[in-house]
C-alpha cells in the first residue's frame, strides 16, 4: 500500500478542515496528514504519494506557511510522484484570482516532474480568472468555504472517488 503524505496550510482553520475530510472521505489508505507550518523540510521526501492543500490569499498569493515552504518542493523528489492539489478560494471577494494559489503549486510541481491527478470541473462557479484552471478544469478539487460550503462535502466525495485508484 502507498505512504501518501497530505499535506496543507491553514490560517482559519478551513483548509485544515477540509485535509480533515478528504483524509476520512479517502479511509482504508494509509494517508498521514502534515501542517506545513509545523513540516521539516524534507518531510514530502518519506512518501510515495502526495495530497496538497493550500487557500489563497489576497491577489492570488499562497497562503503564508505555503509561501515559505514551497521552494523545499524543489528538493521533494517529485519526478513520477503521483500528486493530487485541493485549493480553498472566495469566488465572489476575489474573482479574479479565485484559486490562484493551487495554480502556483501545480505549475510548481509539474515543473519538478510529479503526475498531477484529480482535475475538478470549473461548473458551479463564478469566477473571472484563475491560474488554476488548465484545459478548461481546475487542476484538483476546488472548494469555497465562503460562499459555497454547503457543496464542499459533495465535492469532497465526488473527488476522492476519483482520484482513489490513483493512491490504492
Same mark, same amino acid.
Given at each position: 500500500? !502507498? !505512504?501518501?503524505?497530505?499535506?496543507?496550510? %491553514? %490560517? /482559519?482553520?478551513?483548509t485544515e478542515n477540509m485535509a480533515t475530510e478528504i483524509?476520512?472521505?479517502l479511509?482504508?489508505?494509509?494517508?498521514t496528514?502534515?501542517?506545513?507550518?509545523?513540516?521539516?523540510?524534507?518531510?514530502? /521526501?518519506k512518501y510515495d504519494a502526495l495530497i496538497i492543500g493550500s487557500s489563497t490569499w489576497g491577489?492570488?498569493?499562497?497562503?503564508d506557511d505555503w509561501e515559505?515552504?514551497?521552494v523545499n518542493l524543489d528538493d521533494a523528489q517529485l519526478s513520477g !510522484? /503521483?500528486?493530487a492539489l485541493f485549493g480553498l478560494g472566495d469566488q465572489e471577494e476575489y474573482p479574479d484570482h479565485f484559486l490562484s494559489a493551487m495554480g502556483t503549486i501545480y505549475e510548481k510541481v509539474v515543473s519538478l516532474g510529479?503526475?498531477?491527478?484529480?482535475?475538478?470541473? /470549473?461548473d458551479g462557479f463564478e469566477f473571472d480568472e484563475s491560474t488554476a484552471v488548465v484545459d478548461g478544469k481546475f487542476v484538483g478539487l476546488a472548494l469555497d468555504e465562503d460562499n459555497q460550503d454547503d457543496q464542499s462535502q459533495t465535492r469532497i466525495k465526488s473527488w476522492c472517488d476519483s482520484i482513489r485508484p490513483h493512491f490504492a
Amino acid at each position: 500500500m !502507498k !505512504k501518501i503524505g497530505l499535506f496543507y496550510a %491553514s %490560517s /482559519t482553520g478551513n483548509t485544515e478542515n477540509m485535509a480533515t475530510e478528504i483524509k476520512e472521505s479517502l479511509s482504508g489508505l494509509n494517508i498521514t496528514m502534515h501542517d506545513i507550518a509545523q513540516s521539516a523540510n524534507d518531510e514530502m /521526501t518519506k512518501y510515495d504519494a502526495l495530497i496538497i492543500g493550500s487557500s489563497t490569499w489576497g491577489d492570488g498569493d499562497l497562503q503564508d506557511d505555503w509561501e515559505d515552504y514551497i521552494v523545499n518542493l524543489d528538493d521533494a523528489q517529485l519526478s513520477g !510522484k /503521483t500528486v493530487a492539489l485541493f485549493g480553498l478560494g472566495d469566488q465572489e471577494e476575489y474573482p479574479d484570482h479565485f484559486l490562484s494559489a493551487m495554480g502556483t503549486i501545480y505549475e510548481k510541481v509539474v515543473s519538478l516532474g510529479a503526475n498531477v491527478v484529480g482535475s475538478f470541473p /470549473t461548473d458551479g462557479f463564478e469566477f473571472d480568472e484563475s491560474t488554476a484552471v488548465v484545459d478548461g478544469k481546475f487542476v484538483g478539487l476546488a472548494l469555497d468555504e465562503d460562499n459555497q460550503d454547503d457543496q464542499s462535502q459533495t465535492r469532497i466525495k465526488s473527488w476522492c472517488d476519483s482520484i482513489r485508484p490513483h493512491f490504492a
